[in-house]
């Protein structure tokens, strides 16, 4: 701290606190606001004070409210700063998330008690774009379907599900018929039409708790839990009525074709030893499925 900081007229440093960009909140070591600004007032959509008086902790949404406590008792145990994330609830019933710095300040010679100053910052959009760089490594940029690692991740899911529940597990391996040709014919951009049109018919047939992923340029696959063999054959049977319709792009009318292959995992099975067994079962009967479509 420099000389003129610590000379700062009181009221130049009221001004700074209530012209803050950042929520500001002094609190009792209990927890209760004493003063807030209108930063902060403004960010929970209510005013000074209806704060005064009340707990921080009462803003905190409910799922978070355990941790916040636990942060909070933290600070008063080590009496230093603190940075934790949670979430506010406004007055409107909206959820804004935030980081929460608190620092405890000892009490004044001159009478002054310890408290607690706390600074909430938005972080609405650094979560936006987390969100949003989570969702890209985990999806097919093209067709929007969950990419492999996102896949798997299901499956194993699924698998650990069918351990505990003893349910059966099954995998759709799929992959399009006579795709590099029309990639050759008429272009990439028809290509890129015709797997967006394909994933979207994939995903309209499928149930709630199905996962449809694209693996490979053309090659999906589907994890069904909690399903039986003839299960995913009934599905296996839709698919084939319905992503095999002619698709037409732009003025060109193009046959789909798909070959399916099935692998499946009776309840009770360890995962760990599950997921490549069903994954390479699917993908030796799709190829069975295609060599036969040859002949």
Known sequence: MTDETRTLPPADRRSAFANAPMGIALATTTGLVVDANPALAAMVGRSAGELYGHS????????????????????????????????LVRADGSVVPVQVTSSWVDGTPEGDPPHVVAIVEDITERKALEASLVHRSL?????????????????????????????????LGIDLDGFKEINDRYGHPVGDAVLV????????????????????????SIVCENSARADAEVLAARLRSTVTEPLRVGDVDLPIGMSIGIGTVPGGTDPERALERLVREADDAMYADKAARRR
């Not at 921080?56 to 700063?81: G, I, T, Y």
């Not at 097919?140 to 349910?167: K, Q, V």
């Not at 994939?202 to 693996?215: G, K, P, W």
């Open 197 to 220: 049109a394909v994933a979207e018919r994939l995903t309209s047939v499928l149930r709630a708790s199905d996962t449809a992923a694209r693996v490979g340029g053309d090659e999906f």
């Open 139 to 171: 999806h097919d940029p093209l067709t929007g379907l969950p990419n492999r690692i996102l896949f798997r991740d299901r499956l194993r899911h699924a698998l650990e599900r069918g351990h505990r529940e003893r349910t059966a597990t099954c995998v």
């Open 56 to 87: 921080m902790l009462d803003l905190v949404h409910p799922d978070d409210h355990a941790a916040a406590v636990e942060a909070f008792a933290e600070l008063l145990e080590l009496r230093r700063m603190m940075r934790h994330e949670t979430r």
